[in-house]
């Protein structure tokens, strides 16, 4: 009887264990029916918001927020909709008006590879009060309630204003986390130290002033960062401010930036500053830094394409409040680096002569015409190739709008099979010392020497060439018939002169004969 009760304990104990496993078997396996195929489909679908900007929302303001849906999976998806998580119950997860029971968009085909973009138009709850919200956005595949991909993405809200206070002066807030700034767009962000969102504004005015305890709290600039790390003239690049609130005590608010850059350029037509923001407006919000802390402010310029290659300073004035509402201003500056881009080109190779036999040499010149606003330090010209032995020519420095001359004589070395391609590698530095190659090609072929002694008469009559391919032998051949037919006319001309010489005396002497008979006749 007690063996039966223990096999019974052992089958019960059994069962429960296996009323514990099944299930999350069974949810698992419902999963991976789900993803079946496309089970990659989850993780392959992206969600991002465009230029990975974090909109700054307004009380009552409706904005536009544009999504970035990337088909990752490598298959073709059809038949998708998104749409945001707008809280359910918990209605201060949700920071916008609700005007629909549900928000989605419709997407028919998304090939694999390809992005398409959705909006969707929200206006902000009053009392939304000044945080950082986490809104997830997800993917559906047909009526299918389980999506196939969920990202979170994240908005900031605004405080609205009190009534009898018509400028924003800025709250600590009570939301977590802090955003990377970006000036893309009609709205800016920065990430604040203190947790506090910073938006894109402009306008404002204030005076000197000091708190209640009777410290002035000074805000400053201690250092800055540029994407990319190199600012190149003619492209954009987002500048970042870093920002500290030396007071112990006292935290700032309502804060106004306004970077200012200097004006480039002598012609009144042309002039400009050397930094203009991309979008259009120089001034630069934040609500406020608490006591001892920190924040970022950003925004996106282009810098002027005919700027020098040196440092221009950014002048950066400060307008904020103390706790008690006491206008501050103050000022600071900041260099930025200016790189130009090397440009320049060649003109056409003049080869003399195009074929050369192994040990002679040919002459290659050409022409290097800086067309940059930058001077090319210790430019070199390397000859490489099949056929040529190496040969480098220094060339120095060729400033800017000048010209520098190549000059080179390239001797062979081994016969090649026709024409063959010869690299000329120039190289140069920049004024810190970096160096830069580029290339050009041309083509020269080297033939087999040809020994003058080798030259002879062959038993055929065949005539061996020179070591310049030049028949020899026959020309002076011909040469010396020549020069015989000449003696020879010469020869015959002078016979022939002296004979009538001979007959014209004979012919004298006969006539006088003649006259002497005539006068001896009585």
Not at 24 to 29: E, I, W
Not at 105 to 113: C, H, P, R, V, Y
Not at 295 to 310: C, E, G, M, P, V
Not at 484 to 512: H, I, P, R, T, Y
Request: proline share 4%.
């Amino acid at each position: 009887m007690t063996k039966s009760r223990r096999v019974m304990a052992v089958i019960v104990a059994a069962l429960l264990i296996a009323a514990m496993i099944l299930p999350g078997l069974a949810v698992k396996a419902e999963a991976a029916e789900g993803t079946g195929e496309t089970g990659c489909v989850t993780t392959k679908v992206t969600i991002e918001s465009k230029d990975n900007k974090t909109l700054q929302y307004k009380p009552g303001e409706s904005q536009k927020w544009t999504l970035v849906i990337t088909n990752k999976t490598g298959q073709e998806l059809s038949n998708l909709s998104v749409s945001p998580d707008m809280g359910g119950e918990n209605a201060d997860a949700w920071p916008f008006k609700t005007d629909y029971q549900k928000y989605e968009q419709k997407i028919d085909t998304l090939k694999a590879g390809e992005k398409t973009e959705i909006s969707f138009d929200f206006v902000q709850r009053d009392d939304a009060g000044t945080r950082r919200y986490a809104i997830p956005f997800s993917v559906y595949k047909g009526d299918d309630d389980k999506p196939i991909a969920t990202h979170k993405l994240y908005v900031n809200t605004t405080e609205k204003p009190q009534a009898d206070n018509s400028q924003n002066q800025g709250d600590n807030g009570n939301g977590g986390g802090s955003g990377s700034g970006t000036a893309d767009g009609d709205a800016m962000t920065a990430s604040v130290g203190n947790d506090e969102p910073a938006v894109y504004s402009g306008g404002g005015s204030g005076s000197g002033g000091s708190s209640s305890d009777g410290s002035v709290p000074r805000v400053i600039v201690t250092g800055f960062d540029t994407n990319p790390a190199e600012v190149h003239a003619g492209s954009d690049f987002t500048l970042t401010i870093h920002l500290k609130n030396t007071s112990k005590k006292t935290k700032v608010q309502n804060m106004l930036f306004e970077l200012e850059a200097p004006t480039e350029g002598t012609d009144e037509q042309t002039s400009a500053p050397a930094f203009l923001p991309t979008s259009g407006s120089n001034s630069i919000y934040l609500n406020g830094i608490k006591a001892d802390g920190t924040a970022d402010i950003s925004i996106t310029l282009n810098a002027k394409a005919d700027l020098l290659q040196k440092p221009y300073s950014i002048n950066l004035s400060m307008k904020y409040e103390d706790s008690q509402a006491t206008q501050i201003e103050s000022s600071s500056s900041i260099s930025i680096p200016v790189k130009q881009d090397a440009r320049f080109e060649f003109s056409e190779f003049e080869i003399s002569p195009q074929t050369i036999e192994v040990g002679g040499e040919t002459n290659v010149m050409c022409s290097l015409y800086n067309l940059g606003r930058i001077k090319l330090y210790n430019a070199k010209a390397r000859f490489e190739g099949n056929g040529i032995k190496k040969q480098e020519i220094f060339i120095g420095n060729v400033d800017a709008g000048a010209t520098g001359s190549i000059d080179a004589m390239l001797q062979g070395e081994k016969v090649t099979n026709g024409n063959s391609k010869i690299t000329m590698t120039l190289s140069y530095e920049d004024e810190s010392g970096n160096i830069s190659e580029t290339t050009k090609d041309f083509e020269l072929e080297v033939t087999e020497a040809v020994d003058d002694s080798d030259m002879y008469m062959n038993t055929d009559g065949d005539v061996d060439a020179g070591s310049s391919g030049f028949p020899v032998v026959p020309v002076v051949v011909v040469i010396v018939i020549i020069a015989g037919a000449v003696a020879a006319v010469v020869f015959v001309k002078k016979k022939k002169k002296k004979q009538m010489l001979n007959e014209e005396e004979e012919l004298l002497d006969e006539l006088d004969r003649s006259s002497e008979d005539e006068r001896e006749q009585p």
